[in-house]
Every structure is written in C-alpha cells, then in structure tokens.
C-alpha cells in the first residue's frame, strides 16, 4: 500500500505548471518577522497572499512574506520527498493545498503540519464542510481560503427560447432538470449540460450534495450496495442518453462546449466563472442559481463543492505564533482584506462574513446583474459534509469508467461490480 500511495502522490493533481521563483514583498525586517510560503499561480493564489502580507505588515512593523511559486504538484512531491527522507528542513513556514487531496497527506505524514488548536480564529464563521477538508478527529489544521462551492450557471437567452426562466431551474430535481433539458433540446438542440466522460465531476457533486460519498465510513470502497450512488448513476445515465448532458473526451472540448453556445448550461465549482466571464459576445446573458439535487434521497441537498484550498503551517515553521497571528488576522478575519482580493485577484471567500459586505453585493453586469458572489458565499454555507477519502480521485476515475461503458451499453450491475473491486485494488496495493 505504502508504494502505490507514494506513486499516487507523486502523480499531478493541477493541470497547470509554474516554473519555481521567488517573490519577495514590502521592506526587508528581521528573519523573525519573514514568512515563506509555497503557492501556485501569480494572479490569483499568490497575489492573495501578498496583498495578506501587505496588509498585516501594515500593523506589524519588519514583517515581509516570501512566496516561491510552487505548482500544486511539487507542493504535494517536495512535501513526499522531505517526508521519505525524515528531513522536514526544506518546507516553508506555510504551503497551499487542494482540499481534495490534502487528507492523504495529513494521514500519510502527520508529523510534517502543526496543528492549529491554540489559533484565535472563530471556525463558525466558515462553512462546516470547507473546514472538514483540514480536520482530523476535531482538530484544525488549515485555515479556509478559496471558495469551491457549486453553481448552475444557465444562458437565459436559450432558455427564453425554449420558453423558461432561471426560476424553472432553481431549487429543482435532477429529475426535472432532465425533463426540461428534454424540452430544451428539442426545440433549440442545445444540451442543458457538458460533462468530460473521464476525470469529470459531475457524479461526485451529485452524490456529495446528498451528504453520501463513493467510500463508506471506514473509508472502504462503497460503491456496490450504495443507494444514493446508484440513485445518481441511474439519473446521470438518463441525462446522457436523452440529450440532456453531452459527454465530451477533455477539459477543452468541455469548455469550447460551452463557450461556443452548444451547451446552455453549466455544472461546477464556481472557479467557472472566471472562463465564462472571457466570453465577452455573452455578457448579460448567464444567471447563476442552485444546482438540482438528487430524487428520492432524504439527505439530498441543491448544494456541493467542486474545488478549493486552503494554508496550512508546516512543523517546519519557526515562529508558530507569528504564522497563525498571520493568517488568522487576514484570510481568518478580515473582511477588508477579502474585499481587496475579490477585484485583484477573483478569489471569492470562504469566510461568511465576506458575503455580507458591499463589495460581495455589488451586481455583476455579466451575469445579468445579479450579486453572484454573496450567493456563492451563502451557498458554501449549506453544503452537507461528507465521508472524506484521500483517494477522491481514484474514485471519481472508477464511477466515471463505468458510467461510460453503461452508457455504451455495459451491464450496470457488472460495470458497478467492476467499478468496486478496481477502486478496492487502488486503495489496498
């Protein structure tokens, strides 16, 4: 098991690469006061962060961040080579990490992050589910940064087309959904949905928004006697075999899908509407509202998440007090803070209160003037926790194998059967 989970987390989970540079900000000060940092991308996660540094230095005289521009993958291969080698010299004060894969290295090298129990950040004022991704057995060890809740974002001018309204897709059913996707392509023959056929999370979002996941309590393999995952493999075939979902080879197809007017409407971590917003010929024609939730299922909700981080310190860090003061003072707090890297950098806050401020309510001529980002920021508060698994994406790969040969016209029992025992393999070898 040791040697596939070391092979697992040598393998990329982002699919863009930064080369390794340094970025130093504000006056030079004490080393006592400098903090380094591992991060990705210089628009969005990085500048976030040095606009934090600038705005603590503010109030802390001498105190400078230093980020090196880390992908997420050698994030997740340097922390396993310093882990293998017993030697945790070489990490930074504070390091980023996707929620979706950060559990596998908190249960695989425990000793490599501090624990955040004497931090002075109120958690309630963050959305339970966004902390369970850095939680173990009640403990903290990450403090939220981006948002990952899910939005359906629907272009209105097709819909009008068909004859409905962002309303009749609002709160709905997948069940509904499907009967107006139906009529929607009938009478423009667009798809109401893109879904990527390999590595898309479309199913996960599904089954995660019931509370329910493709792993049981123990973290076993629950795919095979599992209701809820069965509910959302039936819904999802149908959606694909009556038109309502095209399922497409990749990311780029998925997008030009979209893009390009052959879908009218979008599933995802709200991170999508960055790419929509590229679309300048559609401004005022998408609105966003709550995703459908699964039929028959009691735990069922309209809301998911699909995507986001979160800053950890490392056991490496020198001045423990300093890193949680930090970061607890700004990406834990601070509502002026959140409202200066919104405009700069996009980065909608985890942090509720951030919902409630103008900058939050200000309409977004994209979409049609609606104040998207206090809604995305109160829909993060009502996604349901679930079982988590540090092999989320070994299971996302296996129920995405087996809805394609369903779809292609496998035996579902088989096509489950098989689904099961190869994520089983993956998490015991």
Known sequence: MKKKLLAVLMTGIMAMSFAATTTAVYAKGDDDNTLTVWAWDQNFNIKAMNIAGEQYAKDH??????????????????????????????????????????????????????????????????????????????????VPFDNGATIACYRTDILEEAGYTIDDLTDITWSKFEEIGKDVHEKTGKYLLASEATGGDTLMMMIQSCGANFVNEDGEAYIVGNDVAEKCVDLYVDLVKNDVVKLVNNWDEYISTITSGEAAGIVNGNWITATLMGTEDQKGLWQITTMPKVDGVDTATNYANNGGS????????????????????????????????????????????????????????????????????????????????????????????????????????????????????????
């Open 61 to 142: 005289e001498g105190f400078k961040v230093d980020v090196v521009e880390t992908s997420s993958d050698d994030c997740q291969t340097k922390l396993t080579t310093a882990a293998n080698a017993g030697d945790y010299s070489t990490l930074p004060d504070i390091v980023l990490m996707q929620d979706n894969s950060y559990q596998k290295y908190l249960k695989s090298y425990p000793d490599a992050f501090t624990d955040l129990k004497d931090m002075d950040i109120n958690w309630d004022d963050f959305g339970k589910l966004k902390q369970s991704y850095s939680m173990v057995d009640d403990t903290h060890y990450g």
């Open 310 to 429: 979160s800053w950890y310190i490392t056991s490496n860090c020198k001045n423990v007090e300093l890193a949680e003061d930090f970061l607890a003072s700004t990406f834990g707090s601070s509502t002026d803070f959140y409202d200066a890297i919104l405009p700069e950098t996009g980065a909608i806050s985890c942090y509720l209160p951030a919902g409630e401020s103008d900058v939050y309510n200000e309409p977004s001529e994209f979409f049609n003037n609606q104040p998207i980002f206090s809604t995305i920021v109160e829909y993060s508060s009502h996604i349901p926790e679930f079982t988590k698994t540090p092999y989320h994406y070994e299971a996302r790969e296996c129920i995405n194998t087996a809805v394609v040969n369903i779809v292609n016209g496998a035996d579902k029992e088989s096509a489950l059967q098989e689904a099961q025992d190869t994520l089983a393999f993956k998490m015991t070898e």
